[in-house]
């Protein structure tokens, strides 16, 4: 009877988990949606084809080294057969063995799975920043860099159990990654910027920032709601159970938690929006939920709905000022993905010291950990690849549209050519 009660246990807790995984792979939808609304119309052929390919490259970079990096291979690299009737010690002492909670019990294709569609939002996170100037098979060599070294070496500090002392030690906190997954995409799309410079025409001689407007906005929005639903995957799958009571409303807790967090993003970036340019700006709204996405995403289990809408709510403050301000110092980011990412997700690191049980210095070391290894070894790989092959468009590809210069097709051939 315990045995078939562990059986059945364990194919709950691998179906949620698949489950999860999938939601949070159609969220590389909602950033491809995203992105594409929110740049020129010349450049949206491109934006998909970067957005698709990084998916790929992700799973299969992972696959051949990366989960290795992260977890020695788990159960998925370790041949551990868990095909038929299952003995509930036997698998309790793989998934010990492999660095994974003793309690867990689910397939380890399952956790490969959940695993690398966060090493591809990850990824995502990059694409939107270095939009509409960037070469396409640059941005597709650094995916795999990224994918198959950098995020797996920062994920194995701290989810994946490795010997770090400085990180162990000060108990770093961070439940399913404002920092671990988005701030680390944001330091190496920041990275990538700065190697790359701005759009032509971004600034104007006298510095002031020029209004870029994107081509589709409902298509953004889709995005968003896209990247909301899948959200409650990327945190309701970091419980890594379902099974038992206690799981099971801590999973509803992360669930609700991840919602009021977005609602209250959206809101108080509406609002100070409204305040600052006298107009209810949607891309600043957009990225609002994002930002409250974001911020809760390091601590949605133990927060109240009230506490997670507030810290939602800064998130969405934090994402606006920090859009304008890294728009006076000219660090141009087409869809706000640092902002929302980087600026947000040290917010939501520090929110769990603040609201949560973690120290502050556990919390900030972590945070200059993580920063300091993505931000620089992205920006070794960035000038590699820049002083190898190059990673700017020339300024007449620029004009005419990436999508000519890189995929020799337009995404709207039938309005109008970009070159007009």
Not at 35 to 64: C, D, H, P, Q
Not at 106 to 127: E, K, R
Request: negative net charge; charged residues 15%; proline residues 2%.
């Amino acid at each position: 009877m315990e045995n078939q009660i562990f059986e059945l246990q364990y194919a709950l807790d691998t179906f949620y988990f698949l489950i999860c995984g999938a939601l949070v792979m159609w969220m590389a939808a909602g950033f491809a949606m995203l992105e594409a609304g929110l740049v020129r119309s010349k450049n949206t052929t491109e934006i998909l084809t970067k957005n698709i390919s990084l998916f790929a490259i992700a799973s299969t970079m992972y696959m051949v080294c990366g989960y290795q990096f992260m977890y020695d291979g788990g159960f998925f690299l370790s041949g551990v057969d868990t095909t038929g009737s299952l003995d509930k010690a036997a698998v309790l002492a793989a998934s010990a063995e492999n660095g994974f909670d003793g309690d867990s019990v689910y397939s380890g294709a399952s956790d490969f799975f959940f695993q690398v569609v966060f090493v591809a939002t990850a990824m995502s996170i990059v694409s939107g920043a270095v939009a509409e100037r960037m070469k396409l098979w640059a941005f597709l060599l650094f995916a795999v860099v990224m994918t198959g070294f950098i995020y797996p070496i920062e994920g194995g500090w701290t989810w994946g159990g490795k010997d770090v002392p400085f990180l162990g030690a000060l108990d770093y906190s961070d439940y399913a990654g404002s920092g671990i997954v988005h701030m680390a995409g944001a330091a190496a799309a920041l990275a990538g910027v700065l190697v790359l410079g701005a759009r032509k025409g971004k600034y104007g001689k006298d510095g002031s920032a020029q209004a870029i407007p994107g081509a589709n906005l409902p298509l953004a929005t889709l995005g968003t709601f896209i990247l909301w639903m899948g959200w409650f995957g990327f945190n309701g799958g970091s419980t890594l159970k379902l099974g038992g009571i206690e799981v099971a409303n801590e999973v509803a807790n992360v669930f609700m938690n991840t919602n009021a967090a977005a609602s209250g993003g959206l809101i108080a970036a509406l609002i100070l929006a409204r305040l600052m340019f006298g107009k209810a700006d949607l891309t600043m709204a957009l990225n609002g939920a994002l930002a409250g996405l974001v911020a809760i995403t390091a601590d949605p289990a133990s927060q109240s709905a009230l506490m997670s809408t507030i810290i939602g709510a800064i998130g969405g403050v934090l994402v606006v000022l920090s859009i304008v301000l890294l728009d006076k110092i000219k660090i141009d980011d087409p869809v706000g993905a640092i902002s929302v990412h980087g600026t947000v997700g040290i917010w939501g690191v520090l929110a769990v010291a603040i609201f949560g049980d973690a120290s502050f210095g556990g919390q900030i070391v972590g945070l200059l950990a993580i920063f300091v290894w993505v931000f620089v070894t992205s920006l070794i790989v960035w000038l590699a690849i820049k002083a190898i092959m190059g990673i700017r468009v020339s300024e007449q590809e620029e004009y005419d549209g990436v999508d000519l210069s890189e995929c020799g097709m337009e995404a709207y051939p039938e309005f109008a050519s970009s070159k007009g």
